[in-house]
């Protein structure tokens, strides 16, 4: 069991940065993929970015390409997600995700609010 805890968002204008953090709390991560994902009002939650504990690899959402950088600290148990040169478009909820890769099970977080004002 993966419990994920969600904290950085806020409001910022646009083209302002925000650091958000996700904690998580288990025995072991390796086999895990980290995401965030967001959910504007009235749309549908969309994939944000995603990083592979053990290996690093990652993956973005185009539109945040270049803008948004995923990391993982090990130690720290904490996946980042540093956003810069926001746009009033990245305004909705972020939720953390915790993928298990060998078997089906996944965790998401309580969310935090991003607001970027124009």
């Known amino acids: 069991q993966v419990q994920l805890v969600e904290s950085g968002g806020g409001l910022v204008q646009a083209g302002g940065s925000l650091r958000l953090s996700c904690a998580a709390s288990g025995r072991t991560f390796r086999n895990y993929v980290m995401g965030w994902f967001r959910q504007a009002p009235g749309k549908e939650r969309e994939f944000v970015a995603s990083?592979?504990?053990?290996?690093?690899?990652?993956y973005y959402l185009d539109s945040v390409k270049g803008r948004f950088t995923i990391s993982a600290d090990n130690a720290k148990k904490t996946v980042y997600l540093q956003m810069n040169s926001l746009k009033p478009e990245d305004t909705a909820v972020y939720y953390c995700?915790?993928?298990?890769?060998?078997?089906?099970?996944?965790?998401w977080g309580q969310g935090t609010q991003v607001t970027v004002s124009s």
């Open positions: 995700h915790a993928l298990l890769r060998t078997r089906p099970y996944d965790s």
């Open positions: 990083i592979s504990w053990s290996g690093g690899e990652t």
